[in-house]
């Protein structure tokens, strides 16, 4: 069988080179040996996930001009109505400016074969944003700590790496012309209740520094020994794995799992809106 890493058409993510790190196996099983999550999840993850889904869906037809489509049927509908709303109010189109909803980017340069799925690109002269949406932050009454680490973490993200290296390598097919490393910056930002999570402007130390990272967890992935793979070096990453059955001869009851408190916010629900 042919090993897909080293396929010219198979592209890393943010969400496999996270994936990877978290776990090999999960890596293998996930993006080599193209397995999904079953229909196992529970009914709460699976609300949660419309309602992302449809925010997204939303704001998608905002950017392109169409009206968001929002219904009193729809899961969430008076969540979803604040939070649509919240950002039309932020975010007034200008026909200056060029938007790009939920636009997919894809590079190659050696062993970095990139792809980046942007919620918003706004172009604006020469300036580009990227604006990335969060609608699962955990409600609770933040500190200043709280919310600094949230940024740091955002900050430093497998995301924060991809989205900014994929635009700038990028950015010709975009603008027709080269941008300024320092006219590039991404947003994170979560509509209700209204707040920017973090605020990152691009520099050239800052590529060369992502560019490296890219490729030192690229090649570790090209040249990982799957009969090696030692799973008690992952243990901590089989509470919510969907492929524990495989290591573990054990099923995860994400139904029962609901009933605990934190897990719904511990979840990783980029990964599991790529994985469904």
Known sequence: MKDLRF????????????????????????????LKWDNYLGEEIRKRLEMGNNF???AYRYFQGIDPGITEDVEGYEELDSWITSLMR????????????????????????????????IIDGDNVEIWDWKTRVK???????????????LERSLQTVVY??????GIKLLTQKEIPWENISMYYWQPEPKKM?????????????????????IQRILEYDYSNFDKTLYKKSCTYCEFNWFC?????????MEEHEDFLDELAWDDIEELI
């Open 7 to 34: 396929a010219d058409y198979f592209l890393f993510t943010q969400h496999s080179l996270t994936t990877f790190e978290k776990c090999p196996l999960k890596f293998k099983k996930r993006y080599l040996e193209n």
């Open 56 to 58: 997204h869906l939303m």
């Open 90 to 121: 932020n975010f007034k189109k200008d026909e200056k400016k060029r938007y790009l909803p939920e636009y997919k980017l894809r590079m190659s340069k050696g062993i970095l074969r990139l792809e980046a799925n942007y919620d918003l690109i």
């Open 139 to 153: 409600d609770r009454e933040n500190t200043k700590r709280d919310e600094n680490f949230q940024r740091i973490r």
């Open 164 to 169: 900014l290296y994929v635009l700038k390598e």
């Open 197 to 217: 999570l973090a605020e990152i402007n691009y520099s050239d130390k800052m590529h060369l520094d992502f560019e490296r990272q890219l490729k030192d967890k």
């Open 248 to 256: 573990n001869n054990e099923k995860i009851d994400y139904k029962k």
